[in-house]
């Protein structure tokens, strides 16, 4: 038996065996617990803004005393710890949408 014949023959049975369309999306009533979960996430999030705004205070003092004492190491601390904590609030702030468009694209390759 040649190749060609045997694909032919056995075509047929393959296509019965393996699945041709799946379509599985989130479901969010699947398992017990999702809306607490959610919740627990939503507070997680809001605890991270929380601190991101004490971060970005500390940081604002830090540069401000590094600036008036003439101490540059102190006050490059600060302005790094500025920009690493709005940089935080950024990414817990957009991390819903950042999540869907990557999920977006990911459902379209």
């Known amino acids: 038996m040649n190749t060609l014949t045997f694909l032919t023959e056995t075509a047929p049975v393959l296509?019965?065996?393996?699945?041709?369309?799946?379509?599985?999306?989130?479901?969010s009533s699947g398992l017990p617990g999702i809306n607490q979960l959610r919740t627990i996430v939503g507070a997680v999030m809001t605890v991270?803004?929380?601190?991101?705004?004490?971060a970005l205070i500390v940081s604002a003092i830090v540069w401000g005393f590094g600036a008036n004492s003439s101490n540059p190491h102190l006050a490059g601390r600060g302005k790094v710890g500025v920009l690493v904590s709005c940089g935080a609030a950024i990414i817990c702030g957009a991390s819903v949408t950042l999540i869907n468009f990557f999920w977006t694209v990911g459902q379209s390759v």
Do not use: E, K, R, Y
């Not at 296509?15 to 479901?27: H, K």
């Not at 991270?48 to 004490?54: A, E, M, N, Q, T």
């Open 15 to 27: 296509s019965t065996l393996l699945p041709m369309q799946i379509d599985i999306d989130p479901n």
């Open 48 to 54: 991270g803004l929380i601190l991101s705004v004490l």
